[in-house]
């Protein structure tokens, strides 16, 4: 069973018909790769696409990186061969592109759960994740992620959201702050991830960490990127201080200990404390672990 909750501070973009950018990319360290076989496929390319992607998911090692296929729409003809082809080759997720409701989620998991009896896979192996890239998506939010126990996430497309709200994406990110708030807000309420859009200007490196700084401090789980170059900038954004490890640690060992005595309520380093602050803490330390920036302090 794969884990609905590992880290996803970055899930790289990958053109699935092209086998140069599959031979290598876990290289680069993104926590998840996404191999499109929407978008970056042309019409008459997905049968050559689908070929492609089982041989790379087959004969790779992508060692700690997560593998997740993006599918045509379920308003096309290539959507369940795309799940079939993922699921045989042995893919970790399915992403649902333009996702507006439950009942899109649902079909799409129906048709993994005929793949995995098929390919013999492990029931319950194949997670999902939902593209939200309407305001019908996000009207239906809470539908959506609760759809299925096998969704771990969803994540904002802001290119044909903002086309749906008839605007464009301003760098400002004012377009977009409905729904992103929204977005963080039902995924905290319903127990899945929530991922930001990708940040199209790779020239614009200040751009992006300024976007990362803004959607980390939203409470996003991770950003969706098209470039490796953009790896060490999202990644440096989620990387705990020295001083939040710390206190992190504290907050674990406390929480540990005074929950063995019965106690609810204490402080710690003159801040007040309860059972709340633990999986942040927790999440914080698993941050550092990720980042590789992780110590034990004795004097926790």
């Known amino acids: 069973m794969n884990n609905k909750k590992r880290l996803r501070r970055t899930m790289m973009f990958l053109n699935a018909q092209k086998p140069n950018l599959l031979k ?3 290289i680069y360290e993104p926590d998840s790769l996404i191999f499109d076989l929407e978008d970056a496929v042309a019409l008459g390319e997905k049968d050559a696409a689908r ?6 998911l087959k004969s790779v090692n992508y060692q700690n990186c997560e593998k997740v296929v993006r599918i045509n729409g379920i308003d096309t003809p290539f959507w369940k061969e795309d799940i079939r082809c993922a699921v045989f080759a ?6 649902i592109p333009k996702t507006e409701s439950a009942e899109d989620v649902k079909a799409v998991e129906a048709e993994v759960i005929k793949a995995e009896q098929e390919a013999g896979v492990e029931e319950g192996h194949t997670l999902l ?6 305001a019908k998506g996000v009207i239906n939010l809470k539908e959506i992620c609760t759809a299925s126990s096998r969704l771990f996430g969803v994540a904002l497309s802001a290119g044909d959201y903002t086309k749906d709200l008839h605007t464009v994406i301003t760098g400002t990110g004012v377009e977009l702050s409905g729904a992103r708030q929204l977005m963080v807000i039902t995924a905290r309420a319903t127990g899945v991830q929530c991922f930001d859009t990708v940040y199209t200007n790779l020239d614009n490196m200040d751009g992006l960490k300024t976007e990362t700084k803004l959607i980390h401090d939203m409470g996003f789980d991770g950003k969706s990127i098209i470039n490796p170059r953009q790896i060490p ?5 989620y990387t705990p201080s020295q001083e939040d490890i710390i206190f992190a640690q504290k907050v674990v060992k406390e929480i540990d200990e005074k929950r063995a005595q019965g106690i609810g309520v204490f402080t ?13 803490a927790k999440r914080t330390i698993a941050l550092a672990k990720a980042a590789g920036v992780y110590q034990e302090v004795d004097n926790a």
Not at 90 to 95: A, F, K, L, M, V
Not at 129 to 134: G, N, Y
Not at 233 to 237: A, G, K, P, Q, W
Request: proline share 3%.
């Open 129 to 134: 994740m939902a593209a939200i890239e309407s």
């Open 90 to 95: 042995g893919c970790d997720s399915i992403r």
């Open 268 to 280: 710690v380093d003159g801040k007040m404390i309860d059972v709340a602050f633990y999986d942040g």
């Open 24 to 26: 290598d990319p876990y």
């Open 233 to 237: 900038v999202v990644h440096e954004v």
């Open 51 to 56: 070929f492609v992607l089982a041989h790379a």
